[in-house]
């Protein structure tokens, strides 16, 4: 392993490190029921979400919200990774000039993502 291997890996370390106990903590707080430091931190930035997807923060979710918002979630999820395999050869920072995969390998590839397929 070279030199930037192990700055690499202490600096991965390191981050894991520092934000582990922060999300910790804004998860207990938020589970609790209680609205400590981190939770007003992160208020701002969950009501842009909010606003954004369109959300009720104080509505119960049904089950058929759930599973249309599941759904739409994995159908994303596909299309996302779908495009991303054929185009892969026209997108930037491809420095090994790689081309785009066959449709087919890209859907087996999205679909066994979506699916937590092991192959």
């Not at 030199?3 to 390191?14: K, V």
Request: with cysteine; charged share 15%.
């Amino acid at each position: 392993m070279f030199a930037n291997d192990y700055f690499q890996l202490i600096a991965f370390l390191c981050i894991i490190l520092i934000t582990s106990p922060l999300l910790g903590q804004y998860m207990a707080e938020i589970f609790q029921g209680r609205n400590g430091k981190l939770a007003r931190f992160f208020e701002p930035f969950e009501r842009v979400i909010y606003k954004i997807c369109g959300i009720d923060p104080n509505d119960e979710m049904s089950w058929s919200d759930y599973i249309k918002s599941l759904l739409f979630f994995n159908l994303f999820g596909f299309l996302f990774l779908y495009s991303l395999c054929v185009m892969q050869g026209a997108l930037p920072l491809n420095p090994q000039n790689l081309k785009g995969t066959e449709w087919h390998l890209a859907f087996n590839t999205a679909v066994s993502f979506m699916t937590n397929t092991n192959w």
